[in-house]
């Protein structure tokens, strides 16, 4: 400890110009406040020194740590024992260092002295406690911005009285807090009137009464609110959401009691540029047509299950009216049922500026329409799920106009005699490709080798060599989505080897992998990250950690749902020192063995995010990044 403090003294005053150097020489020397136990250094397996005697060993050294670096932060005592300080350094120095800090360390240097537990107390703008919030809240954290209590333990109606301490609230996440009701929703309204983002996603206990109950003024600056999967929210609650008149992004996804009439409420929102309705099943023509009096909507979402789309009665009246009357959108997705006219299709090119196209088909999309939307010239992305194959390859020359397109998303594509992706040269700007369900042959795939970066070809119903020495080719890859191929065998891919970019690479629920050939494939591919073996239940559980210790970069790992893996691969996987995340969720490893993958010093064990908390399981260093999410469109 004196060793480190001394190096830590000595490196402070020379890089005042460096905050990041300046952030680790803190953070290190105030390692030793955080516990006892995690000043000794990481646990290990079969450690005999007594608990007692190792937290009077963590504390004497926390307090020995506190007290040299107070003295550094003294002037007149460092000036008369001749030691560098930290006291001369402008308040602005300090603050822009704490905001470099994680939240760890900021409650470390709380502890040095006054004036920096005044300025790291200032720092924290974010915070996402672990656990039912404190009645100190506002006290340790008056500048608090933002707070995350999403999937908090415990938390009830009550402890959202206790915001009230923190009058600059501004941003608040309740994600999946199940107990909370709209009591906590009118404590908020009346308390915290600065609020401007509020998300209640998946809070079951929530009906909406509290929306109707608002007076006036009440959450009158709240711009964003996300009620998605609250199940219990009632059509008059949803529109009387029309109250809120500053509200300018709405989510009420999968809230199934949302009919025409909460959309006739709805109309009012003068200010709305952005409505998500996804899933909700119960809107007709007459609510699209509601819809078109929110004359500042920019994006509109509404996606209905592929087995309603058959028995609709939509026939696009409402789609004419919004092409007709909404001009400015520019993200726009729909479900056209089977009774939707070619007219209601065709329409949609009256919406010149759209940017994004996302359409769920039901009814016929033909070579017409493709060559009608040529006139989209802003088009960056074009999404068409035909539920029946209903286009050839040949259609897509047809999309030559789109001069912007970035991102192509075409489900079911595919002639008998297989595809021909090559008129897809003539958009310069395309990189992202995904061809689900096609057939189509390698030479036309090789034509793109310049453009590519990302590539999904999942559920191909036939892979061959062919296929994927075309994809080898396409040497700018960065992400490449095989999963559920159909005739992928081990062998085939070694023809990946030339993918040096690639950093991200699917290949759950291919059950030809045994993963031999992933020994051969790591060295070539130095630049992938991460790997998805979800669902693979044919892999050689003995060679997958030497396989997996092949791939110099590799730091998140998949396993989940693959029966073959044993405990012995699971434990070693985890103790190898190169895994940042390693997913085994429902891979039927026994009790003990995650029992022991829990013993490490540095591992611990959280949500899944596509599962329920029961019983997905994820092993991990630190939670895996919200960026991390290759295959979601």
């Known amino acids: 400890m004196p060793a480190r403090m001394k190096d830590f003294a ?10 990041t150097l300046w952030r680790c020489s803190i953070s290190s020397a105030c390692t030793p406040f955080l516990e006892g136990d995690e000043a000794l250094g990481p646990k290990t397996s079969g450690q005999s020194k007594p608990v007692a005697e190792s937290r009077a060993a963590g504390k004497a050294a926390s307090a020995a740590a506190i007290e040299q670096l107070q003295q550094c932060s003294n002037p007149e005592l460092a000036a008369s024992q001749g030691k560098n300080n930290l006291a001369v350094l402008p308040p602005e120095l300090l603050h822009h260092i704490f905001s470099f800090m994680g939240l760890r360390d900021i409650a470390s240097t709380r502890l040095v002295c006054r004036e920096w537990r005044e300025m790291a107390t200032a720092t924290v ?30 938390l009830m109606d009550r402890d959202i009285e206790r915001l009230h301490g923190l009058p600059g609230l501004a941003v608040l996440s309740m994600v999946r807090c199940r107990r909370v009701t709209d009591v906590a929703v009118l404590t908020l309204a009346a308390r915290n009137p600065d609020l401007t983002t509020l998300n209640l996603a998946r809070c079951h206990s929530i009906t909406g009464f509290a929306f109707e109950a608002l007076e006036t003024g009440q959450l009158s600056r709240l711009h964003k609110l996300n009620l998605k999967h609250c199940h219990r929210m009632t059509g008059e609650s949803v529109a009387a959401l029309s109250r809120l008149g500053s509200l300018q992004d709405l ?51 509404w996606r209905m299950p592929r087995e309603l789309l058959a028995s609709s009665e939509s026939t696009g009246e409402g789609i004419i009216r919004l092409s007709h009357y909404l001009p400015g959108l520019t993200h726009l997705q729909l479900s056209l049922g089977s009774k939707v006219t070619p007219e209601a299709v065709a329409s949609l090119t009256r919406l010149t500026s759209l940017q994004d196209l996302r359409l769920y088909c039901n009814c016929p999309v033909d070579d017409s329409s493709l060559q009608a939307w040529g006139a989209l010239s802003q088009l960056s992305r074009l999404t068409v799920h035909a539920y029946e194959r209903c286009l050839g390859t040949a259609s897509l020359e047809h999309l030559k106009r789109l001069q912007q397109l970035q991102m192509l998303d075409v489900d079911a594509l595919g002639d008998a005699e297989g595809s021909d992706l090559g008129h897809l040269t003539s958009l310069p700007k395309l990189c992202q490709l995904r061809v689900t369900r096609c057939l189509f042959w390698g030479p036309s795939l090789a034509a793109l080798a310049l453009q590519l970066t990302w590539l999904d070809l999942s559920h191909s119903p036939f892979v061959n060599s062919g296929l994927l020495e075309a994809v080898g080719k396409l040497r700018r890859l960065q992400a490449l989505n095989l999963s559920g191929c159909k005739g992928l065998q081990d062998v085939l891919l070694l023809c990946l080897s030339g993918l040096h970019q690639l950093q991200h690479l699917c290949l759950s629920s291919c059950a030809g992998l045994d993963g031999h050939k992933l020994c051969i494939l790591g060295p070539h591919l130095a630049a992938l990250r991460a790997l998805d073996l979800s669902f ?26 693959c029966r073959s893996l044993q405990d012995s691969t699971a434990l070693e996987l985890s103790n190898s020192g190169q895994l940042e995340v390693l997913n085994i969720s429902n891979s039927g490893l ?17 949500d899944g995010p596509h599962a329920a908390p029961a019983r997905c399981k994820v092993i991990q260093k630190r939670p895996e990044p919200d960026d991390f999410k290759p295959w979601r469109l």
Not at 10 to 19: E, K, N, Q, V, Y
Not at 271 to 300: E, H, P, Y
Not at 541 to 559: D, E, R
């Open 251 to 301: 989510n009420v996804s999968k809230c199934w009691m949302v009919n025409d009439i909460s959309l006739a409420g709805l109309a009012h929102l003068s200010q709305l540029t952005a409505l998500r309705m996804n899933g909700c099943d119960q809107i007709s023509d007459a609510g699209l047509a509601q819809v078109t009096q929110m004359r500042s909507l920019r994006m509109l979402k």
């Open 125 to 154: 703008h974010t915070l996402r406690p672990r656990f039912c919030m404190s009645s100190r809240l506002g006290t340790a954290f008056p500048n608090l911005t933002q707070l995350d209590l999403s999937r908090t333990s415990g």
């Open 590 to 606: 026994a009790r003990g063995s995650m029992n022991a993958l829990l013993d490490g010093p540095s591992w611990s064990i959280g």
């Open 10 to 19: 000595a490196r402070l005053l020379p890089c005042c110009g460096d905050a």
């Open 536 to 561: 693979c239940n044919s892999l050689d559980s003995k060679v997958l950690p030497f396989a997996v210790a092949q791939f110099p970069a590799l730091t998140h790992l998949n396993l989940s749902l």
